[in-house]
């Protein structure tokens, strides 16, 4: 980890001078010469009814290893890889430590715990079992490993970096006092033939090393704009990273975790302003790629947890859930010129014309059959008929001698529109006085179906990624959008300056988390003190978010234990709710707005079209029967 190499834990034992043994013991192994301070390692170890695998290269005693097993009490097993040949060469014995990685993996899969042990003097050797464990994924934190060897701090410095992320220990046997000069390792215990293992320290012999860093290091940490989450204060004149603050809900819990894990830190931005994404040729760019490429100790964001990243970095426990939502410009309040037709559903018109359609046919039909009436029955008929169109219209009606029959079909007709009439007259008094602002793009589909906008993405996000690989589906048609032009790509930090202008304009449509969209529209409130934006009704990719640390990083789970802390407290909600003003201004707009100002000639025109479409027709009906007429004059 990048500035904790003073929490590097080894283990040192004391010398054996050549005064308590004879000289040609100097040549004996490691695991030989530290037999008795190896096995009073392994006793204390609290892990000691674990399965324990035991990697030796080939200067090591078969004798001392079968003494270490006697003495061993390991309730699962224990297995002994070891190297074979003198004279290898370092490729090839990383190949054969690489193979016996991944047999010793497969053990581990059968096992409930894990202890470890390499041997040797040869550093090439500890080096090439460190990269094989740490590739294949062997020497994980819940995996312990005691590594004994005679060499020198300073010959183990490609080491450091490993032995600073595991929980690992090292034995140095025979250690004399230069040794330990100079070095940033702890050292927790010591062992000497009189004193036995002695610790040093307050610490047991494999202590957690990164639930509290005992020294204060300085961690990297990639941050970089993503509103409610992440702000970023920029000096206007020299945009650098010493020249930006960061603050609001994740700076707030970085804080706690500095606090309360002892670290210093300092956030940088990535050059490329994106998230992360994997490249064709399999390397990653953005955030992500800071963390794979070991740049940073971890990241901010939050991340949308996606397979794909949790190939190359682990993920924190989520810090929240959010979904996608459309963001769109509100129409403007206007007055629908045929809201004329509105007060009454499309039903209760069909209804009421085909109801006068019926009573015409039955007037006629029993007109002709009535043997009572003493005047002319077309004539008779046809103004009743007349009348019956001209009660609907709320027009006056002449009562003409004839039957009750007929008045009673008039009385009962004027009683239905009587009701139909009062109740058209007040809706529509209503409409004229509300005004609606059209919100079109409810659902993915609306913004994909209109030709006329453009929808808004952030560059390489989870989102982008998600429907990139879509093969059908509405995520299969906004991939196709690509090919037309109609998606923009933008970066996190571009995104909060361009997205509401091109969103203003009416043209494009934003598709982002659901909380960043309430930034953007309560910043626009705080503004212009207008909701000039709406949200879709329909949420899309939900995802979960969380931080990211590199592969098999043991900061990661103690990350994650802090965060479940602050969020049961509520603490990260309360922060996201207290950090952006007028944040609920808009939340609840209503379509509807009631207005008293005067209707102009545009909300009426639709009455105008009827009224000009009745004199066209009228002038078309006048035309016909005047060449009827004048066909019928000629003849005569």
């Given at each position: 980890?990048?500035?904790?190499?003073?929490?590097?834990?080894?283990?040192?034992?004391?010398v054996?001078?050549?005064?308590?043994?004879?000289?040609?013991?100097?040549?004996?192994?490691?695991?030989?010469?530290g037999?008795?301070?190896?096995?009073?390692?392994?006793?204390?170890d609290?892990a000691a009814?674990?399965?324990?695998i035991?990697?030796?290269?080939?200067?090591?005693?078969?004798?001392?290893?079968?003494?270490?097993?006697?003495?061993?009490?390991?309730?699962?097993?224990?297995?002994v890889?070891?190297?074979?040949?003198?004279?290898?060469?370092?490729?090839?014995?990383q190949?054969?430590?690489?193979?016996?990685?991944?047999?010793?993996?497969?053990?581990?899969?059968?096992?409930r715990?894990?202890?470890m042990?390499?041997?040797?003097?040869?550093a090439?050797?500890?080096v090439?079992?460190?990269?094989c464990?740490?590739?294949?994924?062997?020497?994980?934190?819940?995996?312990r490993?005691?590594?004994v060897?005679?060499?020198s701090?300073?010959?183990?410095q490609?080491?450091?970096?490993?032995?600073?992320?595991?929980?690992s220990?090292?034995?140095?046997?025979?250690t004399?006092?230069?040794?330990?000069?100079?070095?940033?390792?702890l050292?927790?215990?010591?062992w000497?033939?009189?004193r036995?293992?002695?610790?040093t320290?307050?610490?047991?012999?494999?202590?957690?090393?990164?639930y509290?860093?005992?020294?204060?290091?300085?961690?990297?940490?990639?941050?970089?704009?993503?509103?409610?989450?992440?702000?970023?204060?920029?000096?206007?004149k020299?945009?650098?990273d010493t020249e930006?603050?960061f603050y609001?809900p994740?700076?707030?819990l970085l804080?706690i975790?500095?606090?309360?894990?002892?670290?210093s830190?300092?956030?940088?931005?990535p050059?490329?302003?994106?998230?992360?994404?994997?490249?064709?040729?399999?390397?990653?760019i953005?955030?992500?790629?800071m963390?794979?490429?070991?740049?940073?100790?971890?990241?901010?964001?939050?991340?949308?947890?996606?397979a794909?990243?949790?190939?190359?970095?682990?993920?924190?426990?989520?810090?929240?859930i959010d979904?996608?939502?459309?963001?769109?410009?509100?129409g403007r309040?206007e007055v629908?010129?045929?809201?004329?037709?509105?007060?009454?559903?499309?039903?209760?018109?069909?209804?009421?014309?085909?109801?006068?359609?019926?009573?015409?046919?039955?007037?006629?039909?029993?007109?002709?059959?009535s043997s009572?009436?003493h005047?002319?029955?077309?004539?008779?008929a046809?103004?009743s008929?007349?009348d019956?169109?001209?009660?609907?219209?709320q027009?006056d009606v002449f009562?003409?001698?004839?039957s009750?029959?007929?008045r009673?079909?008039?009385?009962?007709?004027?009683?239905?529109?009587?009701v139909?009439?009062?109740?058209?007259?007040?809706?529509?008094m209503?409409l004229l006085?509300?005004?609606?602002?059209l919100?079109?793009?409810q659902?993915?589909?609306?913004?994909?179906?209109?030709?006329?906008?453009?929808?808004?993405?952030?560059?390489?996000?989870?989102?982008?990624?998600?429907?990139?690989?879509a093969?059908?589906?509405?995520?299969?048609?906004?991939t196709?959008?690509?090919?037309?032009?109609?998606?923009?790509?933008?970066?996190?930090?571009?995104?909060?300056?361009?997205?509401?202008t091109?969103v203003?304009?009416?043209?494009?449509v934003?598709?982002l988390?659901?909380n960043s969209e309430?930034?953007?529209i309560?910043?626009?409130?705080?503004?212009?003190?207008?909701?000039?934006?709406?949200?879709?009704?329909?949420?899309?990719?939900?995802?979960?978010?969380?931080?990211?640390?590199r592969?098999?990083?043991?900061?990661?789970p103690?990350?994650?234990?802090?965060?479940?802390?602050?969020?049961e407290?509520?603490?990260y909600?309360?922060?996201m709710k207290?950090?952006?003003p007028n944040?609920?201004?808009c939340?609840?707009?209503?379509?509807?707005t009631?207005?008293?100002?005067?209707?102009s000639?545009?909300?009426?025109?639709?009455?105008?079209?009827?009224?000009?479409?009745?004199?066209?027709l009228?002038?078309?009906?006048?035309?016909?029967?005047?060449?009827?007429?004048?066909s019928?004059?000629?003849?005569?």
């Amino acid at each position: 980890m990048m500035g904790v190499t003073s929490l590097i834990v080894f283990l040192t034992t004391a010398v054996l001078t050549a005064d308590m043994h004879p000289l040609h013991y100097r040549e004996l192994d490691s695991l030989t010469r530290g037999s008795e301070a190896v096995n009073a390692v392994l006793a204390t170890d609290s892990a000691a009814l674990c399965s324990l695998i035991l990697f030796v290269d080939s200067k090591t005693s078969s004798r001392s290893v079968s003494e270490i097993i006697g003495n061993l009490k390991a309730s699962e097993g224990i297995a002994v890889f070891a190297v074979a040949g003198d004279n290898q060469d370092y490729n090839e014995t990383q190949a054969q430590l690489c193979r016996m990685v991944d047999q010793a993996r497969r053990l581990r899969q059968v096992s409930r715990c894990l202890r470890m042990m390499v041997v040797s003097d040869d550093a090439a050797f500890l080096v090439a079992f460190a990269e094989c464990s740490l590739e294949g994924r062997l020497l994980v934190w819940s995996n312990r490993l005691l590594a004994v060897t005679r060499l020198s701090l300073q010959q183990l410095q490609q080491l450091h970096e490993t032995f600073s992320q595991t929980n690992s220990i090292l034995l140095l046997v025979n250690t004399v006092a230069g040794y330990l000069q100079d070095t940033k390792a702890l050292r927790v215990a010591s062992w000497t033939p009189k004193r036995g293992l002695v610790l040093t320290t307050h610490l047991p012999l494999f202590p957690n090393k990164f639930y509290k860093f005992l020294q204060k290091p300085s961690l990297v940490v990639a941050g970089g704009q993503y509103e409610p989450h992440v702000n970023v204060l920029f000096n206007s004149k020299t945009p650098q990273d010493t020249e930006v603050t960061f603050y609001g809900p994740m700076i707030n819990l970085l804080e706690i975790f500095a606090l309360n894990i002892n670290f210093s830190y300092r956030i940088v931005r990535p050059p490329d302003g994106v998230w992360g994404a994997k490249m064709p040729n399999g390397t990653w760019i953005g955030m992500v790629g800071m963390v794979v490429r070991k740049e940073v100790d971890f990241a901010l964001g939050p991340f949308g947890i996606t397979a794909v990243r949790y190939e190359a970095a682990d993920y924190t426990r989520p810090i929240v859930i959010d979904y996608a939502r459309i963001m769109a410009r509100r129409g403007r309040p206007e007055v629908d010129p045929w809201g004329f037709v509105l007060p009454l559903a499309p039903l209760v018109w069909a209804a009421t014309l085909t109801t006068l359609l019926l009573l015409c046919l039955i007037l006629l039909l029993l007109s002709k059959c009535s043997s009572y009436l003493h005047i002319n029955r077309e004539t008779t008929a046809s103004y009743s008929v007349l009348d019956y169109l001209r009660v609907l219209l709320q027009q006056d009606v002449f009562v003409r001698k004839g039957s009750w029959w007929q008045r009673m079909l008039l009385i009962a007709w004027m009683t239905v529109t009587l009701v139909l009439t009062r109740s058209y007259s007040g809706n529509l008094m209503s409409l004229l006085a509300v005004r609606y602002s059209l919100q079109p793009y409810q659902t993915l589909q609306d913004a994909v179906d209109d030709p006329s906008v453009a929808l808004i993405w952030e560059e390489d996000s989870s989102y982008v990624q998600s429907f990139r690989r879509a093969t059908s589906g509405i995520y299969k048609a906004v991939t196709d959008l690509e090919k037309i032009g109609r998606n923009v790509y933008l970066t996190f930090s571009s995104i909060s300056e361009r997205a509401p202008t091109l969103v203003r304009r009416g043209d494009h449509v934003l598709v982002l988390e659901e909380n960043s969209e309430n930034v953007y529209i309560a910043q626009d409130f705080s503004t212009t003190e207008r909701c000039d934006f709406y949200l879709s009704r329909e949420k899309v990719l939900p995802l979960m978010f969380a931080m990211i640390g590199r592969k098999n990083s043991p900061l990661v789970p103690v990350l994650s234990n802090r965060i479940r802390s602050v969020k049961e407290a509520g603490l990260y909600d309360y922060w996201m709710k207290t950090s952006v003003p007028n944040s609920s201004s808009c939340a609840h707009t209503s379509t509807k707005t009631t207005v008293k100002a005067s209707l102009s000639l545009t909300n009426l025109s639709g009455m105008f079209v009827v009224l000009v479409s009745g004199y066209g027709l009228g002038l078309l009906v006048f035309g016909l029967e005047a060449i009827i007429d004048w066909s019928k004059m000629s003849r005569s």
